[in-house]
């Protein structure tokens, strides 16, 4: 995990340096003429430094997630116009270890459950290995807390060996 840590980094780092050489100095935080974002946002809270591209004011293209205190990512995606795509890799604070995967985003209607979106979900042990995958639904967008398993979901021992299906 720690060669696709740095892969990502280099990542952020290539496109940005990119950037700065079609346009000569990357515009960071800018407004387009609609007074709309574009391009390249860095925003930083507390613990965290956001890295985000939009185009006309909707995300479009990478996002990144990085911990200010250990300078690893913490999350790395896609987004094509506002909607989560491609894959998410989402990584442990502590040690930067890849912890879960997200991808084939998807809006979820059924009236009986009050989720909007579902997409794929792998778990990891610190090891590397599978702990679980299957269905995730989500109240608002994958960044929200409020999840539940969906459909079938397959768990496995911390060796990779399959423990049960349910």
Known sequence: TKSLQTFFLLLVLGM??????E??????????E???????????????????YYHDGKKNGPFYEISKSKNLP??????????YSGVW???????????????DFKKF???KYGYKFQCYCIDYYPNGN?????????????QSDT????????????????????
């Open 74 to 83: 913490s999350i790395v995606g896609t987004f094509t116009n506002d909607i």
């Open 23 to 32: 346009n000569d100095v990357p515009k960071v935080n800018h407004l387009n």
């Open 109 to 111: 209607e059924h009236p």
């Open 130 to 142: 599978k702990q679980g995958e299957g269905i995730w639904l989500f109240v608002d967008e994958p």
């Open 89 to 103: 890799y989402y990584f442990r604070n502590d040690d930067g270890t890849l912890f879960y995967v997200l991808r």
């Open 16 to 21: 940005h340096w990119v950037m700065a050489q």
């Open 147 to 166: 999840t539940s398993e969906f459909g079938e979901w397959k768990y496995y021992n911390e060796d990779g060996s399959l423990k049960e299906i349910k």
């Open 34 to 52: 609609k007074g709309n974002r574009e391009g390249l946002w860095i925003e930083e809270y507390e613990s965290v430094r956001f890295f985000t």
